[in-house]
């Protein structure tokens, strides 16, 4: 089969009132149909398994309401996922690339098919508004479209050089077993992506879902089966990260580990990933992208209107719980206070309130544990700086609601200007210049995204080389990379660098085989 070239998939215009009024409809239905009642088994080799034990998951909305269930796997379960996505490698590993393209475009496809159902899942499940929740669905269907595109060029004739004689060939072959670990904030996307990047070169994959958010990730797997993945290809295996999570990266039978999360939990799986135990025969590669300290820069020469917009948004979006969000904002002096004052005019027009409302902004954070967080960090911001905005601002009196904090007067090397909140709070450091400015977005131990606002074109320049992180991002938020266009991945401790949704991602995934012979 001939694909045409990738093309992103586009996002939903939700002024237009009747994709308005299809989505509200299908929130409600979904909204309707989850509850305690929906549950979902462990899925592994093909066989649905229950353990009498549940995850639940809950609203964060409305944190007493169970939006659905999942069986909670145990280490000896996980072993058991080892062993069938094992026996399944023997097989799948084989499948001509073609076919194993055929079927990763069919699941492409389904998602598009279902993809209000899965986005206003994500609406109830994640507290995801609903323009966040459906670019994580596209994210999910541009992962698929692009990494099958990928692995048939990996597939295809490798150019190597001829010798007189000989006949050489250079191919890409599997590596394995892989586990995916994702994370809750794009339960979805991340989870399609960190998945489907190992079936697509001919792995069989465990996942092993947040256990905030397992219902999408559990309608995920419902679609792997219908699209026709052969059994023990996926397997789902819900459980503790610190039980089930370090077990599967611990197996000798796990070759990979794709991970997404918490810099604090990746050190943790490199580290275990890196010991080699008693009949293991590889040294496992760990993919991870573990987040980042981002900071937006801003001078003199650039449109502050703008500025401040795109700092709101790359701060406050989803309540500021992306890798990638603004969680510095950098200012020259010479207009700090000016850029302050549009950023706390426009940060205080954000619509708080249920992420059903087609009107909302900003919704809940996602569990009490991110809210707890949150609100810790702002009572550090009246300890180092000054709380600008936030306090007064009301909330929902329930859900795990916090408002937007803007800390004016924070310096570089303070908690706030050093540590990761994933959390609706923005540090604003004031900067001597431009040169000052660059120096202050660097001192950081992270380095996953950032941005520069400013009209000055050596300046971009100099910072295009300066600012040490994986995606920089010029006059626009530091915010919604695409697949396919701005390969994401970070420098440091932000990670690995694995450059998800870029030509060479799926690289990780295989090695190479040299194959000569005489002519």
Known sequence: MDYAPFVNEPLSDFSDPS?????????????????????????????????????ASTDPTNPERVVGRVARATSAIADRAVAAATDAFATWSRVPATERAAIVHHLAGLIRRDRDELAATMVIEAGKPWGEADADVAEAIDFCEFYVRGALRLAGPQPVAQRPGTRNRFTYVPLGVGVAIPPWNFPLAI???????????????????????????????????????????????PGPGDEVGMHLV????????????????????????????????????????????????????????????????????????????CSRLVVVD???????????????????????????????????????????????????????VGPGTEVPATGFFVAPHVVTGVVSRSRLGQEEIFGPVLSVIRARDFA????????????????????????????????????????RKCTGAFVGVEPFGGFNLSGTDSKAGGHDHLLLFVQGKSLSQPA
Not at 437 to 458: H, K, P, Q, W, Y
């Open 191 to 237: 989870a399609v992506g960190l998945t489907i990047s190992g079936v697509v070169t001919g792995n069989a994959m465990i996942l092993k879902p947040s256990s905030l958010t397992p219902v999408i990730a559990a309608r995920f797997i419902d679609l792997c089966v219908e699209a026709g993945l052969p059994d023990g290809v996926v397997n789902f295996v």
């Open 334 to 388: 010479a207009v700090h206070d000016a850029l302050v004052d549009r950023v706390v005019e426009v940060a205080r027009e954000i619509r708080i309130g249920d992420p059903r409302d087609p009107e909302t902004d900003l919704g809940p954070l996602a569990s009490a544990d991110q809210r707890q967080t949150a609100l810790r960090y702002a009572g550090i911001g009246r300890e180092e700086g000054t709380v600008a």
């Open 250 to 325: 611990d197996h000798p039978g796990v070759r990979f580990i794709s991970f997404t999360g918490s810099k604090e939990v990746g050190e943790t799986i490199y580290a275990r990933a890196a010991e080699v135990k008693p009949g293991q025969r590889w040294l496992k590669r760990v993919i991870a992208e573990m987040g980042g300290k981002n900071a937006i820069v801003v001078d003199e020469t650039a449109d502050l209107d703008a500025a401040a917009r795109a700092v709101v948004a790359s701060a406050f979006g989803f309540g500021g719980q992306k890798c990638s969000a």
């Open 436 to 475: 000052d400015a660059i120096a202050i977005a660097n001192d950081t131990d992270f380095g996953l995204t950032g941005a520069v606002f400013s009209r000055d074109e050596a300046r971009l320049a100099h910072a295009a080389e300066a600012y040490q992180c994986g995606n920089l991002y010029f006059n």
């Open 19 to 55: 994709r308005r009024a299809d989505f509200a409809r299908t929130v409600a239905t979904v909204d309707a149909a989850l509850g305690p009642e929906w549950t979902r088994p462990i899925l592994i080799g093909g066989q649905r398994i229950e353990t009498g034990e549940w995850i």
